[in-house]
């Protein structure tokens, strides 16, 4: 089994940055491949960023592709969502997400963690 913690989420102005960490626990994350999502209220989740554990290879959706970073720290069972350039669109519930398979797909994630607040003010 995996756990999954997220931190770094909060309130921010409208072109300010934000760093979100997801830590595991349970089992390593060699095999993983690590997903961001995020939930609006009243909307759908969406896919946000995702990438390999082990390859660098890397998706990330049409509306944050420039502006956010997917990383991982395998030494820290750990990754993160770089975000900058803010923008009170990404105001959401920012949730971080593992499964077997690189996707964009939040059904091919087995795991989430409880989810972190993002506000931008503009």
């Known amino acids: 089994q995996v756990r999954l913690v997220e931190s770094g989420g909060g309130l921010v102005q409208t072109g300010g940055s934000l760093r979100l960490s997801c830590t595991a626990s349970?089992?390593?994350?060699?095999?993983?491949?690590a997903g961001w999502f995020r939930q609006a209220p009243g909307k759908e989740r969406e896919f946000v960023a995702a990438r390999g554990w082990s390859t660098l290879e890397t998706y990330y959706s049409d509306s944050v592709k420039g502006r956010f970073t997917i990383s991982r720290d395998a030494a820290k069972n750990a990754f993160y969502l770089q975000m900058n350039g803010l923008e009170p669109g990404d105001t959401a519930v920012y949730y971080c997400a593992a499964g077997e398979t690189l996707a964009r797909s939040a059904r091919y994630y087995d795991y989430w963690g409880q989810g972190t607040q993002v506000t931008v003010s503009s």
């Open positions: 349970g089992r390593t994350f060699t095999a993983y491949a």
